[in-house]
């Protein structure tokens, strides 16, 4: 297992810009691509973002690309998504989280990932 712990979320303006972080401590981090899910209440947990254990390949919901960019820094064990522009429908707890399995690609489906951090509120005031 692998714990992690999300920071950066808070209250900010429509068209403002937030920097979320996640901590990992645990199993070899650099090994495992990650993700950034959210959810709003009363909606199903969304994938956002993910980025593969190198940094070099990232994917996004169609909902977020253009606004939003995932890094990594594995000398540091800590994942980040920049957030810009954001939007009233931006509002929701983000997760970060670990697959279950080393894997090349990036998976999508909450399903996959076994480890998550407590989340971290961003609410985006119109």
């Known amino acids: 297992q692998v714990q992690l712990v999300e920071s950066g979320g808070g209250l900010v303006q429509f068209g403002g810009s937030l920097r979320l972080s996640c901590a990992a401590s645990g199993r070899t981090f650099s090994r495992y691509a990650m993700g950034w899910f959210r959810q709003a209440p009363g909606k199903e947990r969304e994938f956002v973002a993910g980025?593969?254990?190198?940094?070099?390949?990232?994917e996004y919901a169609d909902s977020v690309k253009g606004r939003f960019t995932v890094s990594r820094d594995n000398a540091k064990n800590t994942v980040y998504l920049q957030m810009n522009s954001l939007k009233p429908e931006d509002t929701a707890v983000y997760y970060c989280?670990?697959?279950?399995?080393?894997?090349?690609?990036?998976?999508?489906?909450?399903?996959?990932?076994?480890?998550w951090g407590q989340g971290t509120q961003v609410t985006v005031s119109s």
């Open positions: 989280a670990a697959p279950y399995d080393v894997y090349s690609g990036i998976y999508r489906g909450p399903e996959s990932f076994g480890s």
């Open positions: 980025v593969i254990w190198s940094g070099r390949r990232t």
